[in-house]
């Protein structure tokens, strides 16, 4: 079996989402699957130097236009949240809680966690609003709302975090297929590419 591809995200990247509707059909398509791997962008930023982008001079008005012509283009639901960006490690613990026990219901619940925050506008920074969404997928929602507070699990995304630092990964989406790195979600394209042709 092929390994699977890595996919970095921060559930506060309105590229993230965008990308997130595709991933899993274009790693199918090549007889892959997809570890989901949510991170968050400020350590990142740190790092890097930068800011969010709506932050920035001149492309923060350019990247609330682009943000909503891309998903016209992809033809997914989009409607730009109020508050952006939001504090996302309330949803990246609950994910790796779920994670840890079921992948697939894990993958269900970041694709509801992006539904709702970018296709709805609704703020999914609280616990009790991640602890929500997970209980419609049929979590426990104690204890969802539990594990967001786990010392545990607060731990356990942060060393997602510095892993993924370590690694290299900069921004959401990031994609790793095997060791080459892809940053974007234009390019997906060649994502596809690489996984139909074995590199170029």
């Not at 012509?69 to 309330?90: C, D, H, L, M, W």
């Not at 949803?91 to 509801?112: G, T």
């Not at 942060?158 to 989406?173: C, H, I, K, M």
């Amino acid at each position: 079996m092929p390994s699977p591809i890595d996919f970095y995200f921060d559930f506060s990247s309105p590229y993230g989402y965008l990308a997130s509707t595709r991933i899993n059909a274009i790693a199918a398509n090549h007889g892959r699957r997809v570890n989901w791997r949510p991170v968050l962008l400020g350590p990142m930023f740190k790092a890097v130097g930068t800011a969010p982008l709506v932050g920035l001079p001149l492309k923060g008005p350019y990247s609330i236009r682009d943000f909503i012509r891309s998903a016209r283009y992809y033809r997914v639901p989009y409607k730009q949240p109020e508050t952006f960006p939001i504090g996302t490690q309330n949803a990246a613990r609950a994910f790796y809680w779920i994670n840890d026990r079921d992948p697939l219901r894990a993958c269900q619940f970041a694709q509801a966690c992006y539904a709702e925050y970018f296709g709805k506008g609704i703020d999914i920074s609280a616990a009790e609003k991640v602890a929500d969404l997970a209980a419609a997928l049929g979590e426990d929602r104690a204890a969802t709302l539990a594990a967001t507070q786990d010392p545990v699990m607060k731990d356990r995304v942060r060393q997602e975090n510095d892993a993924a630092l370590a690694r290299g990964v900069f921004g959401s989406p990031f994609i790793f297929i095997d060791d080459e790195p892809f940053w974007g979600n234009d390019r997906l394209d060649q994502v596809d590419a690489w996984l139909a042709t074995g590199g170029f």
